[in-house]
């Protein structure tokens, strides 16, 4: 039968429902009327034991009777146990092998646990055990708990359900005395020492009696704190009432009934302020309002000084009237202030709620569902917040409008790992840096979301500014609606936010590393309606369309139902079939559908199968795109191999083409991407390729032909495993950029990138290449007249770096900065067979030589500033190459230990002349006292055609200690007989070894079939003969070609400054000869007439010359 708690209620015998009526049961009603009447819990009715299965512990034993008994519990106190009709005990005897002891019994409505006893004589049962629940029915005893045998079974039921007397204690007043009706309970004085809950006396209005009354209850309770409860009614205040440290204090009102007003003229910081010395931990603030119109003090001061922790603090639902603040919060150094909650609060015309100043720890507020009612002249921040791990969530700001002020939440300083969510802010900007807060103040880490801030006066601008302070990093603002813009840092170290959906005019600064998106949409309409739908909006496939919607992927797909409409200006194609002539006719049609303006055609995700060409448009733009690498064009195995899938028109200009974002694979068709000659007078022009993977393929974009083709953009596309990325041989104003190509094996096209055309920019590329023992496959090449174009910062890896093949010419263009390692192949990094001529090679980084073998068209060139094994002009080119080795390693005096450091000079030594030419980038040095100047002293003997002569010196007096110079001026021509030369007999001796000559070194002196041209010998070297008085230096360079039938003057070098000698003589070759001290020319008896002779394929006249 069901059962009720009936709390003192009088019931007839038949009534109770308590009782099975049947013979004897009268004698049961007295207990049945002494729970009724006493208002105690009932103990539990039914006991019963079995014996259950498994092991058990030591309190169990073996052929052993045990007795027990079962009480109710409640907060109160505890039953008996059950009496009706007799003492309920229930008993089992264990086998000889004990076994757990399960128990169950009648639950008791109102219990809030149950108690066991246990014995092996009966009547005699101690405590077992306890178990917590009204509902819980059965316990179990597995002989691992001992009983306590200090014990017993209450004699007396203690579990009392109701009251039914109230007995005053010490200082302790009831009234009305007999405790019946409304009962209230006061202390006898304004507080009481050494209790856990201190009553306040009523307020009596007098500030100083009101004021001691609160003081005395706090300071009353014990040191393990307690209680203050205040009455309602109006308590004046007119000082600071002092909490105390190292207890836990909660001051509770009645709610807004309990008001504690300050006195007038009385301003107080804090009604509560913390203690001086000491912690604080467990203070509670509740229930009560603080009406500041007199003075407009606060709730809470907190200025822990010299190490103090303030923690674990709560104001609940304490509201403010004109209060200056709830929190007023200046922790010196060194002190903390932290776990502290402030919610449910309420303020009407105050100032803040919570001010966070000083140069303490702030860590770990939560600051909550508090409402602010600021209509006065309210222009700055309702929080001031610094610290850490504070959440501020679901607070009520409103502010006063029509004045410029700070947003509703203040930075005051540096706050980090913040949540800042789901707040209401009307009239006032949301949240800033305050005007005053210390430049260098950090924003990291937080979280601004799903707050509203609307009504916003225009004149503040903005509703979240976070600029003008220190760095604004790591911080996530999201979902929030907001009236005005955000306001971000441009400059590092700012950066890595998240500002994505937020409902704002705009999202102003940021930086590179922002992640910034688009606010929510605030409307969808048709183009030229007057305003948005409203409500569910749905999309409906009108003619020609079909819609899919992807629930899971959150996407709806709108595309031409047939694979390509008519007329739209972006088409989306079919899904891929997988089926080839299927997959090509919706691609193509996609395409042909588009206007005469042009438009878009946008594949889906998939693997699109091609065995036919796609002709793209003429004279129509088209952006052709798809979804990344998941999008993938491949070719039937019915596709012709070396074919290319994508074609121009065959007649008609094809401009402003873009391929984006798919990948092709040519696969074992080994096909072109796109593949065209351009018609003559035709122009292909701005087409970009770009974020497109090649796999496979040969060529991948090949454009030739004897149209025109310019302002090409290839960018960022991998070619993996295909013969070459492009040919550009005919191209100009286009650009190469950014792209990876890789090969594997020396398939078919021997480059990389095969660079042609007038303002060409290659750059940026990385190309890994195969070795191969083809000297032509190499990962740059220029194959064709390259004009005015710039080969820049590529990275080649493998066989050769740069080749200009022989049929090529490379002019008015860069090589910069390139790097080419791992060349494998012959001994260059970079070989130039072609025409080089007015070009810049500098800054490369080359594993091998750089070689220039170009024809004599080659010359002009600078080539400088690289990292490169040697330079090798073999050009011979008409104008001379400026040839700058790799940067000195360092500069030293022959036989000096270590080179010099820092900023080495030249300086002019006895008998030196030092010139520095800025502008031709050179130092000149010669003698100081002018031996750089020469004076004719004798025109010796003429010598013509095939005839041996000898100069005379006779007669000739020379100053030992003078220089002079032999000059020969050589005018050769071939006599048809064989090749131009000159030798120089010494001593009358045939010329036989070295020593006894000075012979031109015939090397590679070459004959045509024809016998009409002649390679003459490059150097005329040097060699002392037999008067050791005698020294020569320096030697003779000859250079120049002579062709048959025309005379032709040789170009000459020597190691002395000869430029008045250079301007008369032209074409000389100039033999320097120092004269040892008092030694007369004649006197050697080495320039007799007899001794000294030339014999020569031309015509000869010498000169000799004194040093001035």
Known sequence: MAESLTDKLKLSKRDTGDINWGQGANANLDAVDQHAQQATLRPPRTLSVSLGSGAVGANLLGSTTYFYKITAVNAAGETTEGKIPDAIEAQVTESASPVPIILSWETVKGATSYKIYKSTLSGQEKFLASVVGESTAIYTDDGNTTV???????????????????????????????????????AA????????????????????????????AINGLPPAGGTVVLREGTYAINAQILLPSAKPVWIVGQGRGTVLADAPSVFMLGIFKGPAAGNVSGLVLCDFLVDGTNSGSGVLELAPTTGQVFENIKILRVHGNRSSRHLHANPAAGTTIKSVEISGCETNLGDKL??????????????????????????????????????????????????????????????????????????????????????????????????????????????????????????????????????????????????????ASSIQGGTSSDVIASTFLSGLRKLGEASPLTGDVKLEAGSGIALTQDGPNKKITIAAAG????????????????????????????????????????????????????????????????????????????????????????????????????????????????????????????MVFERIKFLTCTTVISIGGAGTVKRVWIRDCEAIDCQALVESSTWSDSFILNNYIEKQAALGHPAGIDLGGTNIVCKGNTI?????????????????????????????????????????????????????????????SILIQGEMSDCVVVGNHC??????????????????????????????????????????????????????????????????????????????????????????????????????????????????????????????????????WVALRLNGAAPTTLQQYMLTDQQG????????????????????????????????????????????????????????????????????????????????????????????????????????
Request: aromatic share 6%; glycine share 12%; hydrophobic share 40%.
């Open 563 to 686: 694979g390509g409409g008519g007329g739209y200006s972006t088409v989306i194609v079919a899904a891929p079939t997988g089926v080839a002539a299927t997959d090509t006719t919706n691609i193509q049609n996609a395409v042909n559908s588009l206007p005469a303006s042009g438009g878009s055609v946008i594949l889906r995700e998939g693997n699109y199968v091609l065995n036919g060409n796609i002709t793209l448009p003429a004279s129509k733009p088209l952006n052709f795109m798809g979804q990344g690498k998941s999008t993938r064009i491949t070719l039937d195995p019915t596709f012709a191999p070396g074919a290319a899938p994508f074609r121009g028109p065959a007649s008609g200009t094809l401009e402003k083409i873009v391929m984006s974002d798919f990948e092709y694979v040519g696969g074992s068709n080994q096909a072109n991407f796109l593949f065209f000659s351009v018609p003559a007078a035709t122009v292909w022009s701005n």
């Open 148 to 186: 306590n045998g200090a014990i017993s079974v209450p004699a007396a039921n203690t579990a009392r359900t109701s009251v039914s007397k109230i007995v005053a204690g010490t200082n302790i007043t009831i009234s009305p005395p007999d405790g019946t009706g409304d009962v209230t309970i006061n």
């Open 354 to 503: 919570v001010l966070m100043l000083g140069s303490g720890t702030f860590q770990r507020f939560t600051i909550r569902d508090n409402k602010t009612f600021n209509d006065i002249n309210k222009t700055d921040s309702v929080l001031w917040l610094r610290g850490e791990q504070h959440v501020i969530e679901g607070n009520q700001f409103f502010l006063q409008a029509g004045t410029i002020g700070e947003g509703a939440i203040g930075i005051r300083d540096s706050l980090e790992r913040c949540v800042i969510q789901g707040n209401l802010v009307r009239y006032q900007g949301l949240l800033a840096f305050l005007g005053f807060t210390p430049a260098g103040a950090v924003f990291r880490h937080n979280v601004v979301a799903d707050n509203v801030n609307h009504d916003v006066d225009p004149l503040i601008l903005k509703s979240i500014v976070l600029t003008g302070k220190g760095e604004v990093s790591n911080n996530v603002i999201v979902g929030n609606k907001l009236d005005l813009l955000v306001d971000l840092p441009t400059a590092g170290p700012s950066g890595n936010n998240v500002v994505i959906a937020n409902r």
């Open 1005 to 1108: 002196v070459t004959q045509d079939d024809e016998g009409s041209t002649f390679a003459m010998a490059k150097i005329l070297k040097v060699f002392p003969g037999g008067g050791s008085s005698v020294e020569v230096s320096g030697c003779i360079i000859i250079t120049g070609k002579v062709n048959a039938g025309f005379p032709h003057a040789v170009g000459w070098y020597t190691i002395t400054n000869q430029s008045a000698v250079e301007q008369m003589h032209r074409g000389s070759v100039g033999l320097r000869m120092n004269l040892g001290s008092g030694v007369d020319l004649t006197s050697l008896g080495l320039f007799s007439n007899a001794d000294l002779n030339f014999l020569v394929a031309g015509s000869c006249r010498m000169s000799l010359y004194q040093a001035q």
């Open 847 to 980: 594993e091998k030589d750089i070689t220039l073998n170009g024809n004599a068209a080659s010359g002009g060139n600078v080539i400088a500033g690289n990292k490169t094994a040697s330079i090798n002009d073999n050009s011979g080119a008409t104008t001379p190459n400026i040839v700058a080795r790799t940067l000195v390693s360092g500069v030293r005096k022959l036989g000096e230990a270590g080179p010099l450091s820092g900023d080495v000079k030249l300086e002019a030594g006895s008998g030196i002349a030092l010139t520095q030419d800025a502008p031709g980038n050179k130092i000149t040095i010669a003698a100081a006292g002018g031996a750089g100047n020469w004076t004719l002293v004798a025109n010796l003997t003429n010598g013509s055609f095939g005839q041996t002569f000898t100069p005379d010196f006779t007669g000739l007096s020379l100053n030992t200690r003078r220089s002079y110079m032999l000059m020969f001026e050589l005018s050769l021509a071939s006599n048809g007989a064989g090749p131009n």
């Open 189 to 216: 004085g304004g507080g009481a020492a050494g209790y856990a809950t201190v009553v306040v006396a009523a307020p009596t209005g007098i500030a100083a009696t009101d004021t001691a009354n609160i003081q005395a």
């Open 768 to 828: 890994v290449w195969p070795d191969s023992a083809n000297a032509g496959n190499v990962p740059l090449r220029v194959a064709s007249t390259f004009v005015k174009g710039s080969i820049e910062g590529n990275r080649c890896v493998g066989n050769r770096g740069l080749l200009v093949t022989l049929s090529a010419n490379i002019r008015q263009s860069v090589v910069a900065d390139n790097v080419f390692r791992e060349n494998t192949f012959g001994t260059d």
